[in-house]
């Protein structure tokens, strides 16, 4: 894990404009402040799509096509705290349904805390929580012939460009069956003056978070990042309908990183690209899966029209 964390960061930091890859937020401090980023007020996603789970529940169920007398794999991937999916915990486990419960998150420790919650608040559900790539993961699950539902929340899909997405929508139908399905959930596309305050929070929480990359790499791979020498920077169009947030550099300033024996020079404004959020529509989403195994199949979105959560189903 460590090599290739070390090879990604060389790689991002040494292309042109520089990058830094989002899916090392997540260290115990990073996991915190991601459940922070969430109790936000400017920060809609989580609780659009918690309206659909809270308020639909019954409806998620139908459109997964779930039998209590048939027994399945809930599988999520980047399960995170577990906020929403509870929801979805509750309605099954009180209407007796058979299945097993595996989350699937790179931090071991967002999994140890989720699995202690879940036991003690559905104590009669069993939970196998898997720590590691999704792919690697899903591939140990692939012989079992049981129906599978994959959770991806979260709009987690929006942190990959088009062509990456497309990829692994395709890689994830290609460790699924036939009738298996994915509950995919994304952002709607909206104006830019409710989407760029959930990633510029007015406590500058995500500042915080985004910030904290750099502290993982001074530790991890012994570097010198000064965090006063970086601001938190997002942009967003609604034409695009992309969000994106890059680090910037506030002054003339090099870098040492350790470990992989490279320094690294940085102009004063220069942007390292931390993350993209993209928005969808349904147009968006059919382009993404147009050569993959899924077909879009049910979508619920939330009262407010900013969050929809999609069935996709290999056929």
Known sequence: MIEQFKKDIAQGLSSNPKTLPSKYFYDEMGD??????????EYYLTKAELDIFT????????????????????????????LKTKELLKLLDKQDFKFDYLPIDISQNALNQLEESINKEFPTISVKTQQGDYFQVLETLHDSN?????????????????????????KLGSCLSNGDKLFLGVDLIKSASIVLPAYNDSKGITRDFNLNLLSIINRELEADFDLNS????????????????????????IVKIKTINQTFSFEKGEKIATEVSRKYNDTILNQIIENTPFQIGIKLTDARLFFANYVLKIN
Do not use: W
């Not at 915190?32 to 007020?41: A, S």
């Not at 139908?62 to 995170?80: D, K, M, R, V």
């Open 146 to 170: 049981h129906p599978k539902i994959v959770l991806f929340l979260g709009s987690n899909l929006g942190n990959m460009q088009d062509e990456i997405a497309s990829d692994f929508i395709n």
């Open 55 to 82: 308020n639909q529940t019954e409806n998620i169920v139908n459109a997964l096509e779930l039998s209590p007398h048939t027994y399945f794999e809930l599988i999520e991937l980047g399960a995170g705290d577990g």
């Open 230 to 253: 970086f601001s938190h920077q997002p942009q967003y169009t609604e034409k695009e309908g992309i969000a994106k947030s890059f680090l910037v550099s506030n002054r003339k300033q």
């Open 32 to 41: 915190e402040l991601f459940v922070q980023i969430m109790h936000c007020p």
